[in-house]
């Protein structure tokens, strides 16, 4: 057997913000997301924090939200204070570096949506003509904060499905 004993799938994708609040409206107004529950602040006086998260031992973890998202993968947003937090956002070209993508139906007027609520995007919608990704539409665009995610949309499918059974994940079809 490859792989983990018992794996579904990916439950939540877990990411830190400077400002939880501004990073829940913007998901929950902006995005549409839903709010499902919080948790915090936690800390500890010993090295508990380093040991089972990876942090300072004296950080603080000040609020936790789990947001679901669509069909697609649930958020877990944290807001720390840490002696040696880093609060630069990596650009996708640096290691850790990352972004969310969004599946949407009408790239147009999903980018107008974001552009009337104040998010940066990042060049124009680019569509590919050819190779394995051919059909998909992406475009970048930053959230107040500086995280980097995209839209992307393929209401026609991508290309690679002409030659293989093979199938990514879908959100506009989860159990496909």
């Known amino acids: 057997m490859r792989g983990l004993p018992g794996l579904r799938g990916t439950d939540h994708i877990g990411f830190t913000v400077p400002d ?3 990073a829940v409206r913007f998901f929950v107004d902006v995005i549409g997301c839903i709010r499902v529950y ?7 006086d010993d090295d508990w924090m380093a040991r089972q998260l990876n ?10 939200v789990f947001l679901r998202c669509g069909f697609g993968s ?4 944290f807001q720390y204070i840490a ?3 880093r ?4 650009r996708n070209s640096d290691v850790g570096g990352h972004h969310l993508a969004f599946y ?3 790239m147009d007027a999903a980018v107008r949506h974001l552009e009337a609520h104040g998010a940066r995007i990042c060049g124009a919608p680019v569509t590919r003509e050819s190779g394995p990704s051919g059909g998909q539409t992406w475009v970048y665009f930053l959230t107040p904060w500086g995280m980097q995610c995209e839209l992307v949309s393929f209401p026609n499918g991508k290309a690679y499905e002409r030659t293989t059974s093979l199938r990514l994940w879908h959100t506009a079809d989860p159990g496909g």
């Open 20 to 22: 939880i609040d501004e």
């Open 38 to 44: 919080e948790l915090g602040p936690f800390q500890a």
């Open 55 to 64: 942090v300072d031992p004296r950080a603080i973890m000040k609020k936790l």
């Open 74 to 77: 649930n958020f877990e947003i």
């Open 83 to 85: 002696p040696d937090q």
């Open 87 to 90: 609060t630069i956002q990596p």
């Open 104 to 106: 949407v139906d009408d």
